[in-house]
């Protein structure tokens, strides 16, 4: 039986977003050509991703959060049609290789057909290669070098933009989620474990499900706000009045992310709980005093089962 044809990607894969996406779909179609072409069973895509990203080795505490953990990136990059993904943690000798020494260690690994990249992708010592070099480089050692050209998103008020990691950042930041879903190609999530909260919620008649505050510590989060989210625990799925920011009503000075899961009727302390967010209600800010903030939480979560009325697969 011939070898299976291998095409490699390499990449942050932060998100991942549209772009990552159409970058592995393009790296599956290429390798079941080659694998057909070549009499093979199947073709293998290769994708290979950084943790941490080499801006955080090189430039201590200069490189932005991220948006999503390795485990995360994984399953996604396989969903999207990636057989195998490989987690490189870079180091100072790996980022001091010329552009050329390192495309050479690629190849002596996976021998590939074919090499798929944004037309940004850069590699190599001070990031010298481009993918003109890599194409050059292809020529001299048997694969083909594949652009996918950069994806576009259309936002809400009908925006065209390019998608990027960094763009995706900003919308999460300001509290786009719709906007950060339709550049993910997927809704902005965050899982954290369960913890005990103040359980003011449960005076105010919402009790809360509060996220581990150490976790999510240097954590890509929506602006302080409350949103509509889906909730999943224990394999469940439940509408979600999410608040986020430091509890102005009550003087608070601590982040906190806390969830009313509509439907939820026990307790699930230690439990890992993740939202997917899925529009903005209203922004952040104090109330008169508690009983008018209860008012304001009721109606919050009116308008959150409204919104999330048909149950969906988290």
């Keep these: ?174 509290g786009r989620v719709a906007d950060a879903a339709a550049a993910l190609g997927h809704r902005f999530e965050v899982s954290a474990r369960i913890v005990r909260g103040e359980q003011r919620g449960r005076t105010l008649g919402v009790p809360t499900a509060n996220l581990d505050p150490a976790a999510l510590a240097g954590a890509v989060l929506p602006a302080d706000g409350v949103y509509a989210a889906w909730g999943q625990v224990q394999g469940q799925c439940y509408p979600a009045a999410v608040s986020i920011g430091e509890k102005p009503t009550f003087g608070g000075r601590v982040l906190t992310v806390e969830a009313h899961l509509v439907g939820l009727t026990h307790e699930v302390y230690d439990q890992m709980l993740t939202l997917s967010f899925t529009r903005w209600v209203r922004g952040q800010y104090p109330f008169a005093d508690p009983a008018a903030l209860r008012e304001q939480l009721h109606r919050d979560v009116a308008t959150v089962r409204g919104w999330l009325s048909e149950p969906v697969n988290c």
């Design 1 to 174: 039986m011939n070898p299976r044809p291998t095409v490699l990607t390499l990449g942050n894969f932060d998100g991942p977003h549209l772009g990552h996406l159409a970058i592995v779909a393009r790296c599956r179609s290429l390798a079941d050509r080659a694998a057909q072409e070549r009499g093979a069973a199947s073709g293998r895509v290769v994708a290979i991703t950084f943790d941490p990203p080499p801006a955080e080795v090189l430039r201590p505490g200069t490189a932005p959060p991220q948006l999503a953990s390795v485990d995360h990136r994984t399953q996604a990059l396989r969903q999207a049609g990636a057989d195998e993904v490989e987690v490189i943690t870079p180091d100072a000798k790996l980022l001091s290789q010329s552009a050329q020494a390192f495309v050479e260690q690629l190849v002596d690994r996976h021998q590939p057909v074919a090499v798929v990249e944004g037309p940004d992708f850069r590699f190599g010592r001070a990031r010298a290669g481009d993918m003109q070099l890599l194409g050059e480089l292809g020529a001299v050692h048997g694969f083909e070098a594949v652009t996918v050209p950069r994806v576009h998103a259309t936002l809400g008020d009908q925006t065209q933009v390019p998608v990027s990691s960094s763009l995706v950042r900003w919308l999460v930041g300001r």
